[in-house]
């Protein structure tokens, strides 16, 4: 199958579909000529689209638990920790802000892309009570320093700091414990929650659901522990642990709600 022929069978979406065409692009000529390559920032579900397309590409977002990352190839002569130095293609801009918990997601985001810049050279905005570190392509990082003003009513300050010592904010999970009859994507969603598997299975077929990153319109699939599952509207949540079964022979599970 031809690589347009791959890409169609993944997505849809034009958009998408060029997106991937670029990065298949860059990735590709990177390895061919043995030379160090990386993406714009990708969302989790464009990681996993191009992770189908090319299952040995690597991605980095600035920290371990990035959700935003960039894809890259680096030859054998160069480690990852070498490229992503001080000097390497990801930068992270400190903003501080005087009154606590006035900037939020929303107000920060508006101010970047108020300056112009691609929405892809943003990665993840880590934001706390009076500060955010913002990771950003390293290119932008001299523009925004100098553009990056306020966010909101804010005004704001910024410097650079090395990524190591940006502080990312754990993502909080809710503990819940559930049974099922069994491990399909369906009957995990409604259990987590809250709903009628029938009602679940209907949004599945919709397109409304997503495991590990991904639109799944099967409500039959099967589950893993570690599994991302989404619901739109509804939220987010993980299958932290596969338990026993009760006495009845129903399936323990131990859920992680993002909240």
Do not use: W
Not at 69 to 98: H, M, N, Q, T, W
Request: hydrophobic share 40%.
């Amino acid at each position: 199958m031809d690589r347009s022929n791959r890409i169609a069978a993944v997505t849809r979406e034009k958009e998408e579909q060029m997106l991937l065409v670029r990065a298949l692009d860059k990735l590709e000529r990177g390895m061919d000529r043995e030379i160090p390559v990386h993406t714009a920032f990708l969302s989790p579900r464009e990681q996993a689209l191009l992770r189908h397309l090319l299952p040995n590409c690597t991605f980095f977002g600035g920290t371990a638990h990035a959700e935003r990352k960039v894809a890259f190839y680096l030859p054998d002569y160069l480690s990852p920790e070498d490229y992503f130095s001080e000097d390497g293609p990801i930068s992270c801009l400190r903003c501080s802000f005087y009154e606590e918990g006035a900037v939020g997601h929303r107000d920060l985001l508006g101010a970047l892309m108020g300056t112009g810049i691609r929405r892809d050279a943003v990665g993840d905005l880590c934001i706390r009570e009076k500060d955010c570190d913002i990771f950003v392509l390293a290119e932008l990082e001299h523009y925004l320093l100098d553009n990056l003003l306020s966010a909101g009513r804010q005004h704001l300050q910024m410097r650079k700091i090395p990524l190591a010592a940006a502080i990312r904010p754990p993502r909080q999970l809710k503990e819940l414990r559930v049974t099922v009859s069994t491990l399909r994507f369906d009957s995990v969603l409604a259990a987590g929650f809250h709903l009628s598997r029938s009602a679940t299975a209907d949004a599945i077929r919709a397109g409304l659901a997503s495991l590990d990153s991904l639109t799944c319109l099967k409500p039959d699939r099967t589950v893993q522990e570690g599994s991302e599952l989404s619901l739109r509207g509804k939220g987010k949540l993980k299958l932290l642990s596969v338990d026993g079964l009760t006495r009845k022979g129903r399936q323990g599970l131990t859920l992680g709600i993002y909240i």
